[in-house]
């Protein structure tokens, strides 16, 4: 009878505590698992873009990018640009700091693009594909100036703020002056180098020298796309590496300047973009030997997280021409 009594006692005991378990198992929330998946660099890429102020005055105000108001800000406190200068702008993709230029120097500045990557270029400027560091590309685009410049009217007609005249009158002169492939086709001729640069083509026809260059690195994605509306999606500016990037951005500036010591006029300006590192106050020597003044700038505009700067010469000196590097 007791054996009987305890049985039925661990019974009852058994059965409350699988009600307990039951109750317990109820109460909580059925959670499904699912796999974390990582935003890929471009959503990252757009998601940053839709909370930058920067990049939505840049839409509104028809501007390529929001790099355009580094160049702004840095013209408001330096006065880089005046009325009909003519200016050179490196690594000009997309656009936005030729769309500054070509403003700020109106009503006949002049304002020539060179990338190596294809975009859109703004209305009004002329622009030359190819690899900047290539000695024979410098040497297009500097036959590029001296021809444009041959080409120019020996009076200028009267201001207008006419934008389909003025946008006739670089229209013209782009088609008057020898194309890209024909110059190449010329230089590669067993005939003989490029034409010699004479008479006043020998001097230095260029006011401003603009870099916004970034070395590409090695694409991994995205060969599949051609278009010219984002080229940034085949040919990444920085590699995230900041030695890398930084040594990439000393070799364009390097160049930048070299050019700018052949073709900028004296009293002329030159701004150049780099990544911060230890070669960065070597360059800046470099360009106290070229210009009367050297200001190292980081705009508002510019990402606090990002490594980027700017130096900016000014009033190049007539008497001083830097010695290439070997």
């Not at 839709?50 to 990018?65: C, F, I, P, T």
């Not at 622009?127 to 000695?135: E, I, K, N, R, Y």
Request: hydrophobic share 35%; charged share 25%; aromatic share 8%.
């Amino acid at each position: 009878m007791a054996l009987a009594q305890s049985f039925t006692g661990v019974s009852f005991y058994l059965r409350g505590l699988s009600r307990l378990n039951g109750a317990l198992h109820r109460a909580q929330p059925h959670v499904q698992w699912q796999p974390v998946r990582c935003a890929s660099s471009t959503s990252r890429w757009k998601q940053r873009q839709g909370r930058d102020a920067y990049a939505k005055d840049a839409k509104v105000q028809g501007l390529k990018s929001r790099a355009a108001f580094k160049l702004l800000e840095m013209d408001e406190k330096h006065r880089i640009f005046k009325k009909n200068q003519t200016v050179i702008d490196l690594g000009y993709a997309p656009g936005s700091w030729s769309q500054v230029a070509l403003e700020r120097t109106k009503p006949h500045g002049k304002v020539i693009g060179i990338d190596l990557i294809p975009a859109q270029a703004p209305r009004g400027v002329i622009t030359f594909q190819g690899d900047f560091l290539s000695p024979m590309v410098q040497k297009l685009v500097k036959t590029l100036i001296t021809e444009t410049d041959r080409r120019k009217p020996k009076e200028q007609p009267p201001a207008s703020t006419d934008d389909e005249t003025i946008g006739d009158e670089t229209a013209k002169i782009a088609i008057e002056r020898p194309s890209y492939i024909d110059l190449e086709r010329h230089a590669s001729l067993g005939t003989g180098d490029l034409p010699q640069e004479t008479g006043s083509s020998k001097g230095r026809l260029v006011d401003v020298v603009l870099s916004d260059m970034s070395a590409p690195w090695d694409q991994t994605s995205g060969f599949n796309m051609n278009t010219m509306s984002n080229p940034y999606h085949r040919l990444m500016n920085t590699s995230g590496v900041a030695f890398r990037d930084h040594a990439g951005s000393m070799d364009l500036c390097n160049t930048a300047l070299e050019f700018a010591s052949d073709t900028l006029r004296p009293g002329g300006h030159f701004v150049c973009k780099f990544y911060a590192g230890s070669e960065d106050k070597a360059l800046e020597q470099r360009l106290k030997k070229l210009f009367s003044r050297v200001y190292r700038e980081k705009p508002e505009s510019s990402r606090s997280e990002s490594k980027e700067a700017y130096l900016i010469g000014i009033k190049r000196k007539g008497d001083v021409t830097l010695e290439q590097r070997v």
